[in-house]
């Protein structure tokens, strides 16, 4: 069975394929008889109200970098746009100049939040010729787009509510695209000086993206990632796993084959109140990305520095610390329990090792996109043991807000 290799957005990052196993939990997989093999993810779109605070925003506080931009001063009348990088992640952030933009539109509908999924493949054509036997709606055929620094072929597919995948083929005739983003797209950087001893990043991968879709559609979905892009089915959570006292969803779990891409799908389940699933599904007005996994390999100095810079996580209750079966379960962790409690940093084990995982109350005005840190060593799970204790602090975050 073929080894992995890196992205050259990992190589770039400095990464290696034994750091980018534990913080992501790659596995090997033949690439060779997949029909829409997905080398790793190449960048996840925002639509925000003002792209130029977002920005600013990811970068003073994230500790992102500012590596490229389009606009009216490069001929874009539509609207901003900003590249960020961190580690092997690429953000994009776009925000409307145009009062007639689409991008006012969907914000209007939307609020903040993920427009675009978009995938790194070898070879556009192949997966949407798949994606097309497989009975996906195709956004846009395949095409090139070129400037001075080579050519990148894309094309899109929908997926769940107004989310799509952007397909982007960054290397063609043996020449890849050495630009800073995609043709339309200037390098940029920041003007923004990072505090004195900051560090070089706070996070250096993105382990997996959340969907949250409306009752019964979990399994459409499930089966959409499984037809069209031949992802395997990796978990799978419902009642009592998935369940506190007042509410309770669904949720199974899509990867492509070396797992470096993960989709967790999230339905609401009927219970006495309404799920953090409800609630998300009201404000955003429909299906999309619910969070977004950050891959760190010192969960403790990230989760320091972003509260210094503000950022404010879900809390956890003392109980969860000092509960004996959870102290019987976890075993040996890197770091001791009472570090873990006062930040409020969730652990879970699994066959295969454990992980350290803590949430961030939503980003923006609503209660919908959110950000988790994690930190795995070994385990390829989702913090299954952690899913009771975290909901129910999700619902005191509702209850706050008046929509439990």
Wanted: net charge negative; aromatic share 8%; glycine share 10%.
């Amino acid at each position: 069975m073929p080894h992995n290799t890196l992205t050259a957005q990992e190589t770039e990052a400095e990464l290696d394929l034994e750091q980018l196993q534990q913080l992501v939990g790659l596995v090997d997989y033949d690439a060779s008889t997949d029909p829409f093999p997905v080398s790793g993810w190449d960048a996840i779109v925002f639509v925000v109200g003002n792209a130029t605070q977002t920005a600013h925003y990811y970068q003073s506080v994230w500790g992102m970098e500012l590596v490229g931009y389009s606009g009216p001063e490069n001929g874009n009348r539509d609207h901003k746009a900003f590249v960020l990088k961190s580690g092997s992640i690429r953000f994009v952030v776009k925000g409307a100049v145009a009062p007639d933009s689409a991008l006012v539109t969907h914000h209007a509908a939307h609020g903040d939040g993920v427009v675009d999924i978009a995938l790194e493949v070898p070879d556009v054509d192949k997966c949407i010729a798949q994606a097309e036997r497989a009975g996906a709606t195709v956004l846009d055929e395949p095409h090139d787009v070129a400037d001075e620094h080579g050519k990148v072929r894309i094309a899109a597919i929908a997926t769940y509510g107004q989310t799509r995948h952007t397909l982007v083929q960054r290397v063609i005739d043996g020449r890849r695209y050495d630009g800073a983003y995609l043709p339309g797209y200037t390098a940029a950087q920041s003007t923004y000086v990072k505090r004195d001893g900051a560090p070089k990043r706070l996070f250096q991968a993105l382990d997996h993206i959340v969907g949250n879709v409306e009752l019964g559609k979990m399994d459409e979905w499930v089966g959409f990632y499984n037809r069209v892009m031949g992802f395997v089915n990796m978990a799978e959570f419902i009642g009592d796993d998935i369940a506190t006292d007042y509410s309770a969803l669904m949720s199974k779990v899509v990867a492509n084959g070396n797992h470096r891409v993960k989709f967790p799908l999230n339905e609401p389940a009927i219970a006495k109140k309404r799920s953090q699933i409800d609630e998300y599904l009201d404000f955003y007005q429909g299906p999309g990305a619910q969070h977004l996994a950050l891959a760190t390999g010192d969960i403790l100095r990230t989760v320091d520095e972003l509260r210094k810079e503000g950022v404010e996580f879900l809390s956890t209750p003392d109980a969860y610390y000092e509960d004996p079966e959870l102290r019987a379960r976890i075993g040996q962790v890197r770091v001791p329990v009472e570090e873990l409690q006062k930040r409020g940093i969730l652990v879970d084990r699994d066959e295969d090792g454990y992980l350290l995982q803590i949430f961030t109350r939503p980003l923006g005005d609503r209660p919908t996109v959110f950000f988790e840190i994690i930190e795995r060593h070994g385990s390829l799970g989702f913090g299954k043991g952690n899913f009771k204790a975290l909901f129910e602090s999700i619902e005191r975050e509702q209850d706050k807000r008046g929509n439990l």
